[in-house]
């Protein structure tokens, strides 16, 4: 099991940026796939991004695709989501997620491991 613990989050203007910073302890966090998700009030939560073991492999949902970045340090155990040109419908609450695995992963529940949030909120 790895413990994930993600900041970054708060108010930004449309079109700004935020980064979002995911840390994990417990098990070695280089054998575990990474995710971001996002739940948007009164939705289900929903697939950000993705990220491979040694994060050779990314992959984006189309909404973020372009404007989004996933990336990781193994050395400092974080993953990062580095959020661009953000949109009044990016307003979530966003969760990092991991999965003792290779590959890279889009399926909720396909994840084992769950931070407890932040908030973005993106004012027009």
């Known amino acids: 099991q790895v413990q994930l613990v993600e900041s970054g989050g708060g108010l930004v203007q449309a079109g700004g940026s935020l980064r979002l910073s995911c840390a994990a302890s417990?098990?070695?966090?280089?054998?575990?796939?990474m995710g971001w998700f996002r739940q948007a009030p009164g939705k289900e939560r929903e697939f950000v991004a993705a990220i491979s073991r040694s994060g050779g492999t990314t992959y984006y949902a189309d909404s973020v695709k372009g404007r989004f970045t996933i990336s990781r340090d193994n050395a400092k155990n974080t993953v990062y989501l580095q959020m661009n040109s953000l949109k009044s419908e990016d307003t979530a609450v966003y969760y990092c997620a991991g999965r003792y695995s290779g590959g890279y992963y889009l399926d909720d529940d396909d994840y084992d491991d769950w931070g407890q949030g932040t908030q973005v909120t993106v004012s027009s």
């Open positions: 417990g098990r070695t966090f280089s054998t575990y796939a």
